[in-house]
Every structure is written in structure tokens, then in C-alpha cells.
């Protein structure tokens, strides 16, 4: 069992930046690939990007690419969401996910934990 809590969001101007945290429970964090998704008001949950389980490799939705930035810190058990260049349309609750195994998927329903969101809003 594996309990994930986000923190940091809020509300930043558009070209601004803003590090999600995602601090997770248990001894297992290591054996889990690390994944952040998103839902924008009136919008489907969708994939943001996915982080390997040494940190070593990251796979991004194409268009996040060069302004997201995942990584992770095992001794803390923690990863992290950096954003840069924020849009108004980056406005949406976010959510990291543990997943038990070694490929980097974006299909949400691989994902075995949730956490409960936190809310980035980017005013113009």
C-alpha cells in the first residue's frame, strides 16, 4: 500500500514557475515508476509525464516537452513536478500516481495508487 499526498500548487501569472511535490508512505517508493497527471475544468484527466523508478529515465506528454520537468528524490521518498512558462491553460488539479513496474506508460489505469490533487491555477 503505497499513500501519495501532493502539495504545493496555487496560483502564479502566466510565465511563472511552480514545483509540485508528491511525498509518498511505505519503504517500497523506489520499486515504483512515478507518474503526474492532470484535469483541467470540464476536461478528461490526462497524462503529463512519468518518471522511472531510479529516476534515471522520463517520458512526457509531447506537448509538455521542454516545460515540464520530473524528478525524483528516493531517499525522501518524494517526487517532483517542476513547471515553467506557465499558460493559463496549465490551469487544472494535479495528481501523481505510483505504478508497480519498470515501463513508463501513460495510460492512467496501469497506475495502481492515487493522490488526491492539488489545484494549479495560472492567471493571465
Known amino acids: 500500500q503505497v499513500q501519495l499526498v501532493e502539495s504545493g500548487g496555487g496560483l502564479v501569472q502566466a510565465g511563472g514557475s511552480l514545483r509540485l511535490s508528491c511525498a509518498a508512505s511505505g519503504r517500497t517508493f523506489s520499486s515504483y515508476a512515478m507518474g503526474w497527471f492532470r484535469q483541467a475544468p470540464g476536461k478528461e484527466r490526462e497524462f503529463v509525464g512519468v518518471i522511472s523508478r531510479s529516476g534515471a529515465n522520463t517520458y512526457y506528454a509531447d506537448s509538455l516537452k521542454g516545460r515540464f520537468t520530473i524528478s525524483r528524490d528516493n531517499a525522501k521518498n518524494t517526487v517532483y513536478l517542476q513547471m515553467n512558462s506557465l499558460k493559463p491553460e496549465d490551469t487544472a488539479v494535479y495528481y501523481c500516481?505510483?505504478?508497480?513496474?519498470?515501463?513508463?506508460?501513460?495510460?492512467?489505469?496501469?497506475?495502481?495508487?492515487w493522490g488526491q490533487g492539488t489545484q494549479v491555477t495560472v492567471s493571465s
Open positions: 500516481a505510483a505504478r508497480l513496474g519498470i515501463i513508463l506508460i501513460g495510460e492512467q489505469k496501469q497506475y495502481d495508487y
